[in-house]
């Protein structure tokens, strides 16, 4: 259930961050543009990686994000 909350909240979050960009900087709109824009690209990096890895290198890729760190 936890899991299902945070993911809510964090799109909810990433909207009003995009819809209203001048009330969580309170500057103009070219930092807010400068702000924005990267967002994107950096989510197309990620993809691109992340399919480089899946391709090159199974095994870890299928580690990603299974690393107990509690113990």
Do not use: C, H, K
Request: glycine share 8%; no cysteine; charged share 15%.
């Amino acid at each position: 259930m936890a899991p299902a909350v945070a993911a809510v909240g964090l799109v909810v979050l990433v909207w009003l961050s995009i819809s209203q960009p001048d009330l969580l900087t309170a500057a103009g709109s070219a930092v807010n543009w400068a702000l924005l824009l990267p967002l994107p690209a950096l989510f197309l990096v990620g993809v691109v990686m992340a399919l480089r890895i899946r391709r090159r290198d199974p095994v870890r890729y299928e580690s990603l994000g299974t690393e107990d760190i509690e113990g």
